[in-house]
């Protein structure tokens, strides 16, 4: 079976500065999407980045990057120049590209990011 | 235009009873879900459906039901509630089996057992 691991619960920014989330996962399959959720208190999920594992160029939305390690099963979240509209929930996820379960999210326990003005 | 949206946002009510949340999305895609977050929130899947397969997650009681009337719907029916069953309940939907996107999630239904 599929897993996300967050190891983070909760980390914490400097207003302007950069910060890395951790997320790895295991899975035998090589199609697969790895997705980074965000989760205001206003309770709303909203994507932040997505990333194809048959592409090795690592997915980046402006301030947001990803580094993904294919073959250590990590997928990391960078936000640069961190804005207090960042904190949040932040939720690592996987689903498969193929199969019955496509599209079935797997989701990390998540990390709390503060934001420090 | 919201493009997933659910009600009622809260719901409070009596062990015992049967409720219903609603979902529709007007993005057309194939493929809507409901997940679970609990109060430590932690998001899982309870099921999936496209207007051929119905896929249920073997932890999910089968006091729960999804009802779909066409395939901009995907209701949620709980019979009989507990107090476990307080929790937060997203509706997604995602255009999979044309090419698997990002879900898009309803703003959640809080729903409270007391």
């Known amino acids: 079976a599929q897993t996300v691991t967050q190891s983070q619960p909760e980390m914490s920014v400097q207003e302007a500065e950069t910060v890395t989330l951790s997320c790895t996962y295991d899975?035998?399959?090589?199609?697969?999407?790895l997705f980074w959720y965000k989760q205001p208190p206003s309770r709303q999920m909203i994507l932040v980045i997505r990333?194809?594992?048959?592409?090795?160029q690592n997915a980046t939305e402006n301030r947001f990057s990803v580094n993904f390690q294919k073959a250590a099963k990590s997928f990391s979240l960078k936000i640069s120049d961190s804005q207090l509209g960042d904190a949040a929930m932040y939720f690592c996820?996987?689903?498969?590209?193929?199969?019955?379960?496509?599209?079935?999210?797997?989701f990390g326990k998540g990390t709390k990011l503060s934001v420090k003005p | 235009d919201t493009a997933v949206s659910q009600t009622p946002k809260y719901l409070v009510t009596q062990m015992g009873n049967d409720k219903s949340i609603k979902c529709e999305q007007n993005?057309?895609?194939?493929?809507m879900y409901w997940y679970k977050q609990d109060s430590k929130k932690f998001l899982k899947i309870m099921f999936s459906y496209n207007n051929k397969e119905l896929i249920i997650n073997e932890t999910v009681p089968n006091r729960f039901s999804p009802k779909s009337p066409d395939k901009a719907h995907l209701n949620l029916h709980i019979n009989s509630l507990e107090l476990g069953d307080s929790a937060v309940y997203f509706c997604?939907?995602?255009?999979?089996?044309?090419?698997?996107?990002?879900?898009?999630f309803g703003q959640g239904t809080r729903l409270t057992v007391v």
């Open positions: 996820a996987y689903t498969l590209l193929y199969g019955g379960s496509q599209g079935n999210l797997i």
């Open positions: 990333q194809e594992a048959y592409k090795q």
């Open positions: 997604a939907s995602s255009r999979v089996r044309t090419g698997g996107t990002e879900a898009f």
């Open positions: 993005l057309g895609h194939d493929t």
């Open positions: 899975t035998s399959e090589s199609d697969y999407y």
